[in-house]
């Protein structure tokens, strides 16, 4: 989402904001067909006004649209009552609320402008021309002089109403900080997350509003339809998801009897129908008493079920057997299996536990492998201890990383809405500063992490191995994490190619390349795929150590912190390096920091909470690039 201000609707369903009057069709200044003369066709904003252009004889209403203050000024000082509307009951009030003329806007309220006044062909307020316009520092203007939030236009919509269907989404916010209802029906009854399921088809703002704990229980006054039934019937896929997954009833009936599931198979959408069929079945499953007590252990559960999978697929290669048609044969069954089980019993949740998982069932087996297969021909401590060293501080390590607060950013309802409150009101309320999604003021170098739902502070990247975010909190145990994985690798290549040695009579010289595999492999298939799966592990962990070295050494950046800047100078063609950014403080002093080293007093570290930071002055005297104060 684009969180700009005077942002138009782009989704051409619902049709609002067309002929709506004076100067309503598009931002425009003046009536409908005087866009050529009034502003700029490109931006749709007012062209600026020069100090040649002579403005003694514009009236009021042009002086207002083009923000002319000294010339209103002059005007009403002459005798001119501001409350005063032309023909069609527009007032000087609605004309500055629509052109964004923050200043007239005060100016009018001060000498007895109407502030709730009603015209146009719309019956609006000038605080609804203004939400559908988009200007929001002249909502906060209006709002401040106690502009009534809860008025209706002549189309039965309030300002939220508005707001949702022109996606406003800092507007929305404000609305929402300031008292708004949530749950405001128009005439229809609809509420704000009805209208945004109906009309505007993708996940905003109907996500938006669900942060705002917007119901999905309540129903229209005419058909009975709830949000989801709206979302299924316009084909909104994305807001029925999020819908789904704030609780909505798969089976509420509509007036008619029809569920949403009803509606799906009545528009025919094959994505709607599964979705929704996914979740009623997991939600039914759910209700069980065997799968309640099961919820609890379902990391478990995974971590078995891949253990089990690993063992068979190492015993299936390992049989004696020399028939290829009985592997193949259990390898097929053992597959089906596998699909079988994941389909039916694996919800997206469980699937996101796949790779941590698979991870943890490939480290016990390796345990299991290095002191069953390993153990007699390397018995010696030389070995043994740093083998061991590296399997505990691994495990130490992912634990760690897995169970530490990579550095969320937390707020109570009521600090969010004083955010909003805050930020709009210092026309600061933009996507650098804020998350829309956390509804928090964001610290510097935090970011949001969609697969958390929630904005991490010194956010590096998202870790599919532990499930979760790689941050402030947990970053050097992430670093440890991938520093001991590669070692232990690195142990077990040593330990494969001893086993190899000393148990497979084969000679690479002698048996050339296809004569050595084929000997290495048929002398134990268990150990060949262990060294499969180990290999696997250590590329990724190895370049994955590599790239966070060189980030935290030579940068000082995070991951994402990178990338950004890379695709913004990319964008901007700025002539600037990378390391040339006020997070690199030099190769030594940038380790020193990252890992907190002392040194019993020889190095002094920069500490510094990053989930409370919103200036970078503390950690360098550089100025910030605007490229990194949008990271």
């Known amino acids: ?110 000498k007895g402008a109407i502030i709730d006044q009603l015209g146009g062909d719309l019956n609006s307020t000038p605080l609804h021309w203004a939400v559908r316009q988009g200007h929001l520092s002249t909502v906060v203007a ?56 109906q009309k505007i088809i993708g996940p905003e703002p109907a996500h938006f509003l669900l942060k705002f704990n917007a119901s999905v229980s309540a129903v229209d006054k005419v058909h009975k339809n709830t949000p989801l039934h709206w979302a299924v019937m316009s084909g909104n896929g994305n807001a029925a998801h999020f819908i789904l997954e704030a609780g909505a009833d798969v089976d509420a ?63 299936i290669a390992d049989m004696n057997s020399e028939s290829w048609l009985l592997k193949g044969t259990l390898f097929a069954c053992m597959f089906a299996v596998i699909h079988l089980v994941t389909r039916r019993f694996m919800d997206s949740q469980v699937q996101a536990f796949l790779p941590a998982a698979l991870l943890l069932a490939s480290i016990f087996w390796v345990f299991v492998t290095w002191f069953v297969l390993f153990l007699p021909d390397l018995p010696e401590p030389v070995f043994q201890i740093p083998f061991t060293i590296s399997l505990t501080g691994l495990l130490y390590f992912y634990y760690k990383s897995w169970r530490t607060d990579p550095g969320y950013i937390r707020a109570t309802e009521e600090d969010k809405k004083q955010n909003v409150i805050t930020l709009a009101e210092a026309g600061c309320l933009e996507l650098g500063l804020f998350c829309s999604s956390c509804l928090v003021h964001k610290p510097m170098r935090s970011m949001h992490c969609f697969q958390c739902d ?17 941050g402030t909190g947990n970053h050097r145990y992430f670093f440890g994490f991938v520093f001991f994985l590669s070692l232990l690798g690195g142990w077990m290549f040593y330990g494969t190619i001893v086993y190899w040695s000393s148990h497979c009579p084969t000679n690479y010289q002698e048996d050339g390349v296809w004569g ?15 060294f ?88 360098s005297q550089q100025p910030v690039p605007g490229d990194l104060q949008a990271v």
């Open 1 to 110: 989402m684009e969180w700009k201000e005077g942002n138009a609707c782009r989704h051409h369903g619902h049709g609002h904001g067309h002929g709506h009057g004076h100067g309503l069709r598009q931002g425009f200044l003046g009536h409908p067909g005087q866009m050529d003369q009034t502003t700029d066709e490109r931006t749709q904003q007012p062209k600026s006004l020069s100090f040649e252009d002579d403005q003694s004889n514009w009236d009021i209403v042009k002086a207002t649209q083009y923000g002319a203050l000294e010339r209103c000024k002059e005007l009403v000082e002459a005798g001119y009552d501001v409350r005063q509307p032309d023909k069609e009951n527009v007032s000087l009030l609605h004309w500055a609320a629509i052109n964004n003329r923050v200043d007239l806007v005060k100016y009018y309220i001060s």
């Open 142 to 197: 209006l709002l401040k002089y106690r502009a009534d939030l809860a008025l209706i236009d002549g189309e039965g919509y309030c300002s939220i109403h508005l707001a949702v269907l022109f996606q406003h989404m800092p507007i929305i916010a404000y609305l929402l900080a300031k008292g708004q209802d949530v749950d405001m029906p128009d005439l229809n009854g609809q509420t704000p997350l009805m209208l945004a399921a």
């Open 253 to 315: 009936q509509n007036a008619k009897g029809e569920t949403p599931l009803d509606l799906a198979h009545q528009v025919r959408n094959p994505q709607l129908i599964h979705m929704l069929t996914q979740v009623k079945q997991e939600r039914n499953n759910a209700s069980m008493m065997i799968f309640r007590r099961l919820e609890r252990y379902k990391f478990h559960l995974v971590l078995l079920f891949c253990i089990c999978v690993l063992w068979a697929i190492g015993f």
């Open 454 to 470: 929630s904005c991490v502070a010194r956010h590096d990247h998202h870790s599919v191995w532990t499930n979760g975010c790689i």
């Open 516 to 530: 050595f595999a084929t000997q290495i492999v048929s002398c134990s298939p268990w150990v060949m795929f262990v």
């Open 532 to 619: 499969v799966v180990v290999f696997i592990h250590t590329s990724w962990s190895s370049l994955l150590l590599l790239t966070q070295l060189y980030h935290i050494a030579f940068l000082g950046l995070t991951v994402t912190e990178r990338l950004n800047l890379l695709k913004r100078l990319k964008r901007s063609r700025r002539p600037m390096s990378i390391r040339q950014n006020p997070y690199n403080l030099g190769c030594f002093k940038n380790i020193v920091n990252f890992f907190q080293l002392r040194c019993f007093g020889l190095f002094k570290p920069n500490i510094v909470d990053w989930t409370q930071q919103y200036n970078v002055s503390v950690h």
